[in-house]
């Protein structure tokens, strides 16, 4: 291919996670110079290769897609199903292609992007390039659950009934 459009992969697990779902924006719009997180157990530095062994995160800035294509490599002209954010010596980095790209809405967490294409690691002024979670519905949805995860336990042993003897 010649683009990075659509970068998304789904894993599906064979046992259950441990770990809470994490809701997916399919909301296109996200505002131009608000705040984001970015996740992942990449390295710290374009220059290392070790990846770290805690969770990093950074908070970095949505860009704008005309700035952004104004920045980025002409080659790789940002698309409608792309998103930028970063360049303030922050971003996502070696090791965390994938990293989800979260943004808050009323208290909760929703991912908007998937770590997918940068020039190098945190570089001022450079943002990096997400693919956009909203542009890939069609193809995520189908996988996500559509039951809330239990807060307790379930019983797994069934409750004791009685029945009447019919005459």
Known sequence: FDHH??????????????IAPVKVNFDPVVTPGSWATVRGWGTSTGEEYTRSPVLLEADVKVWDSVECNNTVDASFPI???QICAG????????????????VNKAGEDYVVGLASLGSSC?????PG??????????????????NPVPTKPVPTTPVPTTTKPSC
């Not at 360049?87 to 979260?102: E, F, Y």
């Open 5 to 18: 459009q659509f970068d998304f992969a789904i894993f599906e697990l064979e046992t259950a996670s441990k």
């Open 79 to 81: 698309l409608d199903s």
């Open 87 to 102: 360049g303030a010596d922050k971003d996502w980095c070696s090791g965390d292609n994938g990293a989800p790209l979260i």
């Open 122 to 126: 945190a570089i001022k002024d450079v």
């Open 129 to 146: 390039i997400y693919a956009r979670t909203s542009s890939a519905r069609d193809f995520i949805e189908p996988y996500l659950s559509t």
